[in-house]
């Protein structure tokens, strides 16, 4: 157990539609970061958060968005769905240089 | 900007053989560089890291890494699989300086052979 907690653990959901997937880090870790491991991609860098701030931003599309809150856990909102974005959806924490992960969000758009 | 290779993407072997998995990094100063593996299901759990220092490096399960700067590579190592080590093996390289995102190689595969 990595101590990095997210829900849900799966969310089957329809082309166009909206969803929040939430992750809270590891006590401590200031940085949250965001991957999406799908079969054509593999594993991509999305977003990272410190402390609240938007810190570096990866191949993320712009229907895709993400907060880091005051108690530091964080939300990846994903809008206007489409086939291609069914993946397993990471967060991950860090108070170094060292991620640990979450069991991730499978996401399937049907 | 900073990639990485793992040639292999699909590895057999025996219970109790060596293993060594590939990984070729780039990066124009010092990588960070890790060994991640993920479980059918499961979320990545990090075996071991290599951030400076000693260049073979000792991890998690038995598992060791050596970092070889002239070949760019940090190819990860086991002296004798265990059934329980069929998994998918990721290498991922960091960026100096202040914590950053890590970009992922596309993974080897490990089958063992019983």
């Known amino acids: 157990d990595s101590g990095v907690t997210q829900t849900p653990k799966h969310l089957i959901t329809a082309t166009g539609q909206r969803v929040t997937l939430r992750c809270s880090p590891r006590?401590?870790?200031?940085?949250v970061y965001w991957y999406q491991q799908s079969l054509d991609q593999g594993l991509q860098f999305l977003i990272q958060?410190?402390?609240?701030?938007?810190?570096a931003k990866g191949n993320i599309l712009e229907r895709f968005s993400a907060q880091q809150f005051p108690d530091l856990h964080s939300e990846l909102n994903l809008s206007s769905l489409e086939l291609g974005d069914s993946a397993l959806y990471f967060c991950?924490?860090?108070?170094?240089?060292?991620?640990?992960f979450g069991p991730g969000t499978r996401l399937t758009v049907l | 900007a900073q990639s990485v290779t793992q040639p292999d993407i699909h590895i057999t072997v025996s219970e109790g053989a060596s293993l060594e998995l590939r990984c070729n990094y780039s990066?124009?100063?010092?990588?960070?560089l890790f060994w991640y593996v993920q479980s059918p299901g499961q979320g990545l759990q990090l075996l071991l890291k290599?951030?400076?220092?000693?260049?073979l490096v000792q991890g998690i399960k038995g598992f060791e890494a050596e970092f070889k700067r002239s070949q760019s590579s940090f190819n990860l190592r086991k002296p004798s699989v265990h059934w329980s080590d069929a998994a998918e093996y990721f290498c991922?390289?960091?960026?100096?300086?202040?914590?950053?995102?890590?970009?992922f190689g596309t993974g080897t595969r490990l089958q063992v052979t019983l």
């Open positions: 991950a924490s860090s108070v170094g240089h060292e991620q640990f």
């Open positions: 006590s401590g870790d200031l940085s």
């Open positions: 958060y410190y402390n609240g701030e938007e810190r």
């Open positions: 990066y124009g100063a010092t990588p960070y």
């Open positions: 290599y951030f400076s220092g000693d260049t």
């Open positions: 991922a390289v960091g960026a100096e300086g202040t914590a950053s995102k890590l970009t």
